[in-house]
């Protein structure tokens, strides 16, 4: 009675698991838009708009520098992901299967648990006027003040795109890395080299399409982060006119309350955009299909082409150490004395900035911390859950389950968190800090699961059949052998979620209301500060928190595993 | 006699299993206390599918039909944590978080709630497999020989019903197969275990000694 109980137990709260994931992903998104298109129409009773018509997008086309804007969103986010997801293409192509790739695999993991925001500062230390490069080039080159061109925030967005691309190709790197194993790369590799074909050439011919299948939604994610990106583009992006989303978030938090219909009809606008890149790509991917038919079956062999992935390796070398000696940099800076240009070294370290920031510093950072761990320990309940359920009825759901998990990352952010913070707002609700977890856990999740869902899978089913023969309730064999065998994932899914969390800005600014600060809030509003110092200190709490947590997650098994070598992998 | 070694062991009545329309396996056969019934088949034939039936793990791919009755009680009636049909895989699956010791505890059944009582069975049983002093250590430092070992014992420890053999001794080295084959089969002798061992390995029944079910894969060129 009791055992049965117990395999009950479990069965059922799986299936609540299912429930409830499906509750906290697409509720949000679905009240979120609803939230952002009634208003953009002119319904928005707690703000007197009771009636239904188009005003508000003619006031909204009537805004100077619209089209600009527009434009500006449009071209940097195809362009960012076009560079990212080529770099990923030509260099899997190239190096997969080798040991450069394995090494190079373990540099990018990095970049992807730092948040853009920091990734960003980063950036901006070594390429501004002021910056590194340029004081590296100065004595040979007889400078000696910042030269007056406008390289961040240039007007085209050239900054920006290698701001995004520095960060989504690590991205697109490991998910290609993680759906390499689910096709035959050895034969592959062998058979097109044996007809005479490139090494590119062939892997594009024989692997591409079926790899792209796996990692298509992966590139709509990218697509519409960066299309709408908000904090990259305040630290990195033009400023005035600034790209569509930064313009929204002004109208989103101007003090004239009338200004959200506006910017809800710039969210509309936004999802417009966002979506006719992704059509555009849509295109782009039938196009380069035929492309690529044509060239294999014209027998194309492009025997030559190991010369693109030299080209390759050097710019994905160039992003690690972009990435590397902007953190360095931040670093460098948040313990720097006087640090004039164009010196290599400040004249003296100190820890003045760190010292008069902690202060500050402490609020956000436990919530920060608070935010984070409820959020990812939600997420980590509910992944095991639904992964427990599939577990039990042998079904994962399989693409349309997939797309449900990525439409969070899809459906750009701005477009319905801005109407659930009208949601919030309308309802009066006083439990900003609940609204947040919840909208945090949004985005966390998907990543807790995908990051959770293939070492599950991976698990010998036949340790649970043994469990369960020796009389185990599903309950205990769940505790006692599943959970501990991967501890391992289990943390690192964990460390993942949480530096998903760290790292959002938006939703903690307009579901905060500005009243909730993290260290990514307080980062991001520095960047118009141009105090390097405090950017310097903000910026490496950003970077040392997730660096933290994922040692934490190693360290943690390493130490109740620490003598169980098999446990070590 | 008879009557009540058929009582007391595995009876396999009409037994069906299919997947699709494709029949897997059709068997009915009474199994004594400390006999083997052996199950011969090519790889990829399904005789392992019995296995999984008996002990309640089989894929909902397949269907199956007929009754498994063990000790007079009738096991499909029984969800699969209380069949208690113990199973031997090709690879020991020692629980890798878990020390030797540990393993083994983890088998026998709750009735034994003391702590030190189920250490010290634990301990007994490693000893009687000569692998004395054993239980601190971590699995992944013992010999192959020395982990079927481990698997045996864990199985033996839990009382179960039935022994369910699943190619076991396929992955072992020839000497360590003799001396595992003897030792598996003695051990269930002498706790009067029914057993079911699957095997596509002649020299397995062969060493069971007992009546060996052969199946024949119907239909195709499926084998």
Redesign the interface.
Known sequence: MN??AG?DAVAILARVAVVLTLAFLLLPIAFGLLGTVLPAFGYLPALGGTTFGLEIFRALFATPGLAAAILLSFVTGLVATALSLGLTLVFVAGFAGTPVMARLQHLLSPLLAVPHAAAAFGLTFLIAPSGYLIRLVAPLSGIDRPPDILILNDPLGLSMIAGLVIKETPFLFLVTLAALPQVDLASARRLAASFGYGPIAGFVYLLWPALYRQIRFAVYAVIAYSTAVVDVALILGPNLPGTLATRLVQWMNDPDLSARFLASAGAVLQLTVTLSVLILWRGAERAGGRLLRFCRDGGFRFAHDGALSILSLISVGAIGGTFFAGIGLLALWSVAGLWQFPDLLPQSLTLRSWMSALPRIRDPLLTTLAIGLISTLAAVLLSIGCLERETAT?RSGGERSLLLLYLPLIVPQITFVFGLQLLVIGSGSQNRFLALVMVHLVFVLPYVYLSLAEPWRAL?R??E??????????LMVLL??RL??L?RPIMTAAAVGFAVSLGQYLPTLLIGEGRIETITTEAVALASGNNRRVIGVYAMVQTLLPFLAFTFAALLPAFL?R?????GL | MLDDNEAAGLTLEAVDIRLGDRRLIAISHSIAPGEVLTVMGPSGSGKSTLLSFI???L???FTARGGVCAAGVDLLAL?????????L?Q?P?L?????VGANVA??I??DIGDRRERRRMAADILADMDLAGFDDR????LSGGQKARVALA??LV?R?RVL?LDEPFSKLDMALRVQMRSLVFGRARAARLPVILVTHDDADAEAAGDAVHRIVTDGGGNG
């Open positions: 055992r049965a395999q042998g010998d036949r340790y059949t043994i469990a369960t023969a020796l009389g185990r309730t599903r006692s052998i501990p065998m501890l595993h003598n169980r070598r098999d446990m | 002990g309640g793990f894929d909902p791919a969800p699969p944590a209380e069949r208690r049909a113990g199973i895989f690879d699956l629980f890798p978080h878990m020390s983890f088998a059944p709750p971590d699995p992944a430092t864990r199985v839990s179960p369910l």
